[in-house]
């Protein structure tokens, strides 16, 4: 009895980006990495079902899942063509720049726009579309197909509001700091 391992999709990283040698990356569509991202140990990107495109400054954490686990099954309630729903076609997804997908979340939105945070445990569905500046909180959640507008807050019980603070320089400039102290820290070990 034989048993295959997953196909590794072809990968384009610059060199100022870091895909740490125990990631996980399945599939057979393309990855594409930003510049100075960085993907942590366990992270597990999957482009089975179409490509994924991760932009600059992004940080995807240990043990969160980056990708379509499978083809889907529920219906897409903005599609008016049942063929169209029926036929297995690739699904890509894009992540915009400066964003961070904390440890443990499950992310297979079709989009998420720049500067937003997906925290600890939290679960974006297939084909959601996640605007610029939002952040899904610890455990919460995003329905399939849902789109969430730009700067929207989702917390506690899936409640949700508008943040209107303006600090959308600051969130990005806080990322760009974190890669550099988390690529520092991977040279410092390497060192050793």
């Given amino acids: 009895m034989s048993t295959s391992k997953p196909s590794k999709p072809p990968t384009n990283i610059p060199p100022t980006s870091s895909l740490h040698t125990l990631a996980i990356t399945t599939g057979t569509y393309p990855l594409t990495i930003g510049n100075n991202t960085y993907i942590h140990?366990?992270?597990?990107l999957t482009t089975t079902h179409g490509p994924l495109t991760i932009g600059s400054h992004c940080?995807?954490?240990?043990k969160a899942s980056v990708g379509y686990q499978s083809?889907?099954?529920a219906s897409n309630p903005n599609s008016n063509n049942?063929?169209?729903e029926k036929e297995e076609k690739v699904q890509a997804m894009i992540l915009s720049d400066h964003i961070v997908i904390e440890p443990k979340a499950q992310v297979e939105a079709s989009q998420i726009g720049e500067g937003t945070v997906v925290e600890t445990g939290a679960r974006i569905g297939r084909g959601a579309v996640v605007g610029k500046y939002c952040t899904i909180g610890a455990l919460c959640s995003v329905g399939p197909y849902e789109d969430v507008p730009d700067h929207t807050v989702i917390y506690g019980n899936d409640e949700r509001r508008i943040d209107r603070s303006g600090t959308d320089a600051l969130r990005a400039k806080r990322v760009e700091q974190h890669v550099e102290v988390l690529k520092k820290a991977e040279l410092a070990a390497r060192k050793k």
């Fill in 41 to 44: 140990l366990r992270a597990h």
């Fill in 59 to 62: 940080i995807i954490s240990e």
């Fill in 71 to 73: 083809h889907s099954h």
């Fill in 82 to 84: 049942e063929e169209e």
